[in-house]
Structures are given as structure tokens and as C-alpha cells.
């Protein structure tokens, strides 16, 4: 028996999408902590000052030592041939620049603290980066899982750059097809799908006892000019793909690769002319197989945390 597991979406929500996927309540609330993860994370803004370890810190500290001493000597030696400052602008200078650093202090401390209050009343944490750009984080608990703790107004969209910056699509040689399975536009990183349409899909491949739609996926996923036909063109792509590993600096042997397309057709295609494979080809050939236990997504991975130098 499952706990009672925390969800920004209410039950009339769940129940709707659990209806549609035939997923249970469970696997529902843990695509949604998913998908919520996927689509606040943001791996290209740099990590903000506050997550700096201690040896960049030193680091750093060391260097503005380094430049202080230099500029010291630069100074003690304009000193000596002028003649020297007196002690008492020195003193004054001195004041003036720590006061100004204290005051400098205390306006990015409030400033923090107004950032830290408004990250808490939306339910995610923001921080600060270069550019002003704003890093949006996943809601996690103190464990660094994901969690529904905080409420808030969580996406209800993905993008394709984010679909395809999750960690199995990622890794996945034919990642890009698997976007097209899913509604993405090829080559657009801001085209969106809705929630429900994710779901709907990660349902199609992930749920048991779904072999005639996983059977029209593995067909799509190959029949790259959408012809509804694998021809030979096709059948290289995908050998190259699967070849290269997402590997593109991989040398696919074209002779072995013929060879081997040459092959399929021969064996497989209705076609007099063994030119292209038809989806009945296909079901006929692949149907047969335990193809659909293996045609898989693990869409709920998060990537590992690094944990903080001390």
C-alpha cells in the first residue's frame, strides 16, 4: 500500500489524468514531481555566488590579495619619489572606503532576504546569476528529493530543450525522433507540449500491454522522411544512429552498413523490388518480438546533486 504522496494538482486533476493514462494515482503524482523537476531546472545559468566553495573562495580571495600587494607597492613606490602622503589622509581614506563597503554589505544582505521572501511565497527558489537572469529550481526537501511541500504555480509545459535535456532522452541516439513521438516541432528548442499531452505519450511507451501503439511508435520513430514507408534511406539513418551511439565522431563503415540494409529488405519487404518496408512488413517482422518490453522511457531520472565542497 502507497502512502498519500503530496501533488500541486488537485484530485479532480489527477483522477482526469489517471483516467486517460491508466496510470495509478502513485505513478501520476510521481510523473508530475518529474516533470515539474524537468521543466525549472536550468543547467545552463552558472551556479550563483553563494554555491562557490570554500577553495574558489579562497581562490579568489587569494587573487585580490595578490592584487592589493601590487597595488601597494606600486603605491609605496610613487610614495617615496614624491615624497610621501601624509598619515592623516591616510586615515581618512580608510574610513571613508570601509564605510562604503559596510553600507554596500548591508544593501545586498536586504536585497537577498526580499529575493529569499519572494522565492518562498511562489513555492520555487530563484537564484541570482549573471546576465539577471533568474535560475528556477525544482521544489526539493532537505534530503534533495523532489517535493510538494511549498505550493505554487508549477508549469503546466515543456519544451522541447527541456525534454530533451532529461537524462534518458539525453543519452538516447534516436533522442530527437523520440521528441517527434511526443508532439515536439523538429528543431525548435521553445516548441511546447502540454502536460497532459506528456503524459499521454510517456503512457504510450511506459504503459504494459500497449504492443499495437508501441508497434506505430517504433514504426514513426524510423520512418524518418514520413512517408509511411522505410526505405533504404531510412533504414541508414537509423542504422547510423543506433551505430554511433550519439557519437557522431564514430566512422560507420558504409559497406557494412549496405550490406546490412540490403539485407533487411531482401528478407522483409512485400515490395517486388525490395525497395522500402511497409508498416505490415514491419508488424509482421517486429510484432513477433518482445520489442514492446523494451521500448521503454525513464522519464522520472534526476540528475545526481553535487554536494558542496567544505
Known amino acids: 500500500m502507497y502512502r498519500v504522496q503530496k ?3 488537485d484530485e479532480e486533476e489527477l ?5 486517460n493514462t ?15 523537476y524537468h521543466t525549472t531546472r536550468d543547467d545552463e545559468l552558472p551556479p550563483p555566488d553563494s554555491e562557490k566553495t570554500e577553495g574558489e573562495k579562497e581562490k579568489e580571495n587569494g587573487s585580490d590579495k595578490g592584487s592589493d600587494k601590487g597595488s601597494d607597492k606600486g603605491s609605496d613606490k610613487a610614495e617615496s619619489e614624491n615624497g610621501g602622503e601624509k598619515d592623516e589622509d591616510k586615515d581618512k581614506d580608510k574610513e571613508s572606503s570601509s564605510k562604503d563597503k559596510k553600507e554596500e554589505k548591508e544593501k545586498d544582505t536586504k536585497s537577498d532576504k526580499d529575493s529569499d521572501a519572494s522565492s518562498e511565497s511562489s513555492g520555487l527558489s530563484s537564484d541570482s546569476s549573471k546576465g539577471g537572469k533568474t535560475a528556477k529550481v525544482a521544489p526539493m526537501n532537505s534530503q534533495g528529493l523532489i517535493s510538494f511541500a511549498a505550493k505554487g504555480d508549477f508549469p503546466m509545459e515543456i519544451t522541447r530543450h527541456q525534454f530533451m535535456n532529461i537524462k534518458s532522452i539525453k543519452m538516447n541516439p534516436i533522442g530527437d525522433r523520440i521528441a517527434l513521438c511526443f508532439g515536439f516541432k523538429p528543431d525548435e528548442p521553445n516548441s511546447t507540449i502540454s502536460y497532459e499531452d506528456y503524459m499521454q505519450r510517456a503512457a504510450d511507451f ?3 500491454g500497449n504492443r499495437e501503439i508501441k508497434l506505430k511508435l517504433a514504426f514513426k520513430i524510423q520512418d524518418y522522411n514520413e512517408d509511411e514507408k522505410i526505405d533504404k534511406t531510412d533504414l541508414k539513418t537509423y542504422y547510423d544512429a543506433i551505430a554511433r551511439n550519439g557519437n557522431m565522431a564514430v566512422a560507420v563503415p558504409k559497406s557494412i552498413r549496405n550490406a546490412v540494409v540490403t539485407k533487411v529488405l531482401q528478407e522483409t519487404s512485400s515490395d517486388p523490388k525490395k525497395k522500402f518496408l511497409s508498416f505490415e512488413d514491419f508488424q509482421r517482422v517486429i510484432g513477433t518480438t518482445d520489442f514492446d518490453t523494451t521500448l521503454k522511457l525513464e522519464l522520472n531520472v534526476q540528475e545526481k546533486v553535487k554536494k558542496k565542497e567544505k
Open 7 to 9: 501533488c500541486d494538482l
Open 15 to 19: 483522477e482526469e489524468i489517471r483516467m
Open 22 to 36: 491508466h496510470f495509478k494515482r502513485h505513478e501520476v503524482i510521481t510523473y508530475r514531481k518529474f516533470f515539474v
Open 206 to 208: 511506459n504503459r504494459p
